[in-house]
Structures are given as C-alpha cells and as structure tokens.
C-alpha cells in the first residue's frame, strides 16, 4: 500500500482492487475525474481467462460497467476511508447497548 499525490496535492493510497469491499468507491488513475463503485466477482473461467470484478462508474444512468482485473492497482481517497472508520467508531460508541 504506497500513499500517491495527485495533481491537485490529494493522498491517494494505491492498493489491489481485490483488498476493497463490495460497494466502495476508487480511481483508476491518481488523476481521473470519474469515480468507480466495486461490484460483484466474475471468476476465472474459459470466456474470462482472468478473475476480475465488474465496477460501475458513478455516473452512469444505463447500469453498464467495466470489468477490471482483480489484481489491478486503484487509487482510493485516504480521508474517504478516515471517513468510514470515524462513522463505524461513533455507531459503535453512540449504539444503544442492551
């Protein structure tokens, strides 16, 4: 996991798309614009000669997507991940404890 600046001077950390969750959000490059959500595995078969993942752009209104290789490296915001640990932390503290 190596820390990326892009032009804008933004922290990015640069990790295998197969290390993030169903659902989260990441750049292709350190300096794209569009913005993909991680979908549902598409195993290693004869028609997909490698294990990838079919990501959707945030953009798109027709539900098409891409599929990218499992172990392609993507870029992920770094305060966006501060952002779920500091949410999943105050659920936990704030959680009515039975």
């Known amino acids: 996991m ?14 295998p798309l ?3 969750k169903r659902g989260d959000q990441f750049l292709r490059k350190p300096d794209a614009t569009k913005v993909f959500y991680k979908e549902h595995y598409n195993r290693k078969s004869w ?3 490698t294990p990838s993942y079919t990501c959707m752009p945030n953009d798109d209104m027709f539900g098409s ?3 990218i290789n499992a172990k392609a490296i ?4 770094v305060s ?11 659920n936990e503290k704030y959680s009515k404890k039975a």
Do not use: Q, R, T
């Open 2 to 15: 190596a820390i990326v600046y892009n032009k804008h001077g933004e922290m990015l950390k640069a990790i």
């Open 18 to 20: 197969k290390s993030l």
């Open 47 to 49: 028609h997909n000669p």
């Open 65 to 67: 997507g891409v599929c």
């Open 74 to 77: 993507v870029f992920v915001d």
């Open 80 to 90: 966006l991940s501060n952002w779920n640990d500091i949410v999943k932390a105050a």
